[in-house]
């Protein structure tokens, strides 16, 4: 693999939450706004999996600064929406967001997991 190019660490031009901002490749669009996307996994783990986008590229929560503290609030004002109109605001529901290698993350463009619509159990791992 190219060393500039490591999972987690993609740059813009290669970065496949960029592609489905700028409607270069499909997805299922939940939520838009001028500065948040909202689309279906494409591989969901429950009923509903939905990942939250900002439209900024940011790699991980680890390239977050003081600027982005308002699309990041704004995020999960959101998957609040979110959850209440899919139908999952009080049987419940889980927000993930793997970080690096030990996190899991695959994709290397910040993104809010909301699962929900099945019993989850208490087991985060
Ligand atoms: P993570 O492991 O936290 O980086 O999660 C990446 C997520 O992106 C996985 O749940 C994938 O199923 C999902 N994913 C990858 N490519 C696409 C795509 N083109 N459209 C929707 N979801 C995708
Ligand atoms: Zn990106």
Do not use: W
Request: net charge negative; charged share 20%; glycine share 8%.
């Amino acid at each position: 693999m190219d060393d500039n190019n490591k999972e987690g660490e993609n740059n813009m031009q290669d970065c496949i939450f960029c592609k489905i901002i700028k409607k270069e490749i499909p997805s299922q669009p939940v939520y838009e706004d001028n500065e948040i996307l909202a689309f279906k996994d494409i591989n969901p783990v429950a009923p509903v999996h939905i990942l939250v986008i900002p439209k900024k590229h940011l790699n991980s929560i680890n390239d977050l600064s003081a600027q982005d503290s308002e699309v990041i609030g704004n995020i999960f004002l959101i998957i609040k929406k979110l959850a209440a109109e899919l139908g999952i605001a009080d049987t419940g529901y889980r927000v993930v967001v793997n970080t690096g290698a030990d996190g899991g993350q695959q994709v290397g463009h910040l993104h809010y997991h909301l699962i929900g619509g099945k019993p989850l159990g208490t087991k985060i791992c």
